[in-house]
């Protein structure tokens, strides 16, 4: 049975880099099927695609966020990571990481970890 | 600001039918395949609706989901208490060089 797992700091300080990982069990990281995403949602607001890659490191990025962000696997470990620069208030959230299958070439969530909180305060 | 728009609100009595709107345009809706998800506050979001109108395992009949152009529903039959919850549609939107976007979410109350 798949498991998503975040960690990382709950607290990131205003300027700073926000970084987390995902630990993926149950399945291999190394999927042709399979994107792996991360997905955030401020408090009280709506869900916000971060960004995706594959095993192979093909990777996805939002529009808006997309200058600030690093996203890379390790398929040795069967992790996925994400940095996000120069945080502000505005990033923070609940971080989930999410499994992104590829069916007929469409991109779908079908799989999410339980989320971790990140606050941005000094 | 999402390119996916949803009525903030939605709400019925239990047994009664409850629809959901979803718009978007040709790069989004128009070019791929609807998904909507579920999630009660305080949890992770739950697929609840696959490829326009696909149920995975376990979600409940009364649940169905529709796409027609460049937009998509989601209706929930003999609505139940525990479907009040926030519910998203979601989608590959293909401009930009390819993204996932979420809709702005609904929420349902059961009254």
């Known amino acids: 049975q798949l498991q998503l797992q975040e960690s990382g700091p709950g607290l990131v300080k205003p300027s700073e880099t926000l970084s987390l990982t995902c630990t993926v069990s149950?399945?291999?990281?190394?999927?042709?099927?399979?994107?792996w995403a991360w997905i955030r949602q401020p408090p009280g607001k709506g869900l916000e695609w971060i960004a995706s890659?594959?095993?192979?490191?093909?990777?996805y990025y939002s529009p808006s966020l997309r200058s600030r962000l690093t996203i890379s696997v390790d398929t040795s470990t069967d992790q996925f990571s994400l940095k996000l620069t120069s945080v502000t208030a505005a990033d923070a959230a609940v971080y989930y990481c999410a499994r992104e299958a590829i069916w007929s070439g469409f991109h779908q969530v079908d799989a999410w970890g339980q989320g971790t909180l990140v606050t941005v305060s000094s | 600001q999402s390119v996916l728009t949803q009525p903030p609100s939605a709400s019925g009595t239990p047994g009664q039918r409850v629809t959901i709107s979803c718009s978007g345009s040709n790069s989004n809706i128009g070019s791929s395949t609807v998904n909507w998800y579920q999630q009660v506050p305080g949890t992770a979001p739950k697929v609840l609706i696959q490829?326009?109108?696909q149920r995975p395992s376990g979600v409940p009949g009364r649940f169905s989901g529709s796409k027609s152009g460049t937009s998509a529903s989601l209706a929930i039959s003999g609505l139940q208490s525990e479907d009040e919850a926030d519910y998203y549609c979601?989608?590959?939107?293909?401009?930009?060089?390819?993204?996932?976007?979420f809709g702005t979410g609904t929420k349902v109350t059961v009254l």
């Open positions: 890659i594959y095993y192979s490191g093909n990777t």
């Open positions: 149950g399945d291999s990281i190394s999927s042709n099927d399979y994107y």
């Open positions: 490829s326009n109108n």
């Open positions: 979601a989608v590959w939107d293909d401009s930009l060089n390819g993204h996932y976007v």
